[in-house]
């Protein structure tokens, strides 16, 4: 099993451009999430999904879309990159929402916003 | 979820037991205890979880009070590559999202 894989590791955008960041888990997970982490705090929930065709808002939802067609994927989508967005995303995944299962997390992707 | 408290920093020389408690007073009977850790800026890293008994893995051991308003996380043997940031996260089930609120963690420095 890879895991949670995350590409791209590292990405530079200029201002208002959009970009796809991809979340693939091989687990058979039903439960996908994004989290953004900031320097100095802790992980922030994105959006999240409780199976394919299913997605909900997190906490900082604001300038991000999701989608999750198949089980496996869950990308993460910017419409237009603010500086604010300057973070490092993980995606996460767990069998399914009920506390005893654990969430693994991918490696992250580091993202730059000039 | 509850509300968790960790100090801040702790030191371990390698080889040693390195103990880092966690505080989780306001913790509901369905809450479980779990913890992560992050090294650098890499994935968090899942160690260990329980509900109200003592857990052991091939990672860690996990001490829950009888009580539960605490727990203490035991990596019995710390090398150099434990060195991380240590999250004690208490966890249940919502009806939804399934959060994992992260706080600011123990740093945890392990020296030769």
């Known amino acids: 099993n890879a895991g949670v894989t995350q590409t791209p590791k590292f990405q530079v955008l200029k201002t208002g451009q959009s970009m796809t960041l991809q979340c693939a888990q091989d687990?058979?997970?039903?439960?996908m999430s994004w989290y953004r982490q900031d320097p100095g705090m802790g992980l922030r929930l994105i959006h999240y999904s409780v199976g394919a065709g299913i997605t909900d808002q997190g906490e900082v939802p604001n300038g991000y879309n999701v989608s999750r067609s198949t089980t496996e994927d869950f990308p993460l989508r910017l419409l237009s990159a603010a500086p604010s967005q300057t973070s490092v995303y993980f995606c996460?995944?767990?069998?399914?929402?009920?506390?005893?299962?654990?969430?693994?997390f991918g490696p992250g992707t580091r993202l730059t916003v000039l | 979820d509850a509300k968790t408290t960790q100090p801040p920093s702790m030191d371990c020389a390698e080889g040693r037991a390195a103990n880092l408690p966690c505080n989780h007073s306001?913790?509901?009977?369905?809450?479980?205890v779990y913890w992560y850790r992050q090294i650098h800026s890499q994935g968090p890293q899942y160690i260990i979880h329980?509900?109200?008994n003592n857990e052991t893995n091939e990672m860690a051991s996990l001490i829950i009070t009888e009580d539960r308003k605490s727990s203490t996380l035991i990596l019995p043997h710390a090398t150099l590559r434990d060195t991380a940031v240590y999250y004690c996260?208490?966890?249940?089930?919502?009806?939804?999202?399934?959060?994992?609120?992260f706080g600011t963690g123990t740093r945890l420095q392990v020296t030769l």
């Open positions: 306001t913790i509901s009977g369905n809450e479980y």
């Open positions: 687990m058979n997970h039903e439960y």
């Open positions: 996260i208490v966890r249940a089930y919502t009806g939804t999202a399934s959060k994992l609120t």
């Open positions: 329980g509900l109200k």
């Open positions: 996460a995944s767990s069998y399914s929402i009920f506390p005893t299962d654990t969430q693994y």
